[in-house]
């Protein structure tokens, strides 16, 4: 484990919070991490590249656990989900074109939890 304070954040300058679209940002961290088997850069799509359905990835973040807010990053694997079948589990949000859906239908991973 690596402890780092956050030196800033940069929210994407689209972020909208009413439909939560653009919802990424830069965390810039207080100093350099050590790179080591566990802690390494994040692999991200290339541009234009389409993450298919049924196809598993890692997300990572501080999203709550039950019903706790954890201090500490975490990691889950996730099955990514097509934007359809992701439109029908959200009435009311709409989902963009931009986004990535992944998670169970269990509800036991996903970018939230």
């Known amino acids: 484990m690596q402890s780092r304070l956050v030196k800033s954040i940069i929210l994407h300058p689209r972020y909208n919070r009413a439909v939560v679209d653009y919802d990424i940002s830069i965390v810039e961290l207080d100093e350099d991490i050590q790179e080591t088997s566990y802690v390494r850069p994040v692999c991200l799509p290339s541009k234009g590249q389409l993450v298919q359905p049924d196809t ?43 986004m990535l859906c992944a998670g169970y239908e269990s509800g036991t991973v996903d970018s939230c939890m």
């Open 56 to 98: 598993y990835c890692y997300i990572t973040g501080w999203g709550h656990m039950g019903n706790k807010m954890p201090f500490k990053l975490q990691e889950g694997e996730v099955r990514i989900i097509s934007l359809e079948q992701c439109q029908s589990y959200f009435d009311m949000k709409t989902i963009t074109s931009r």
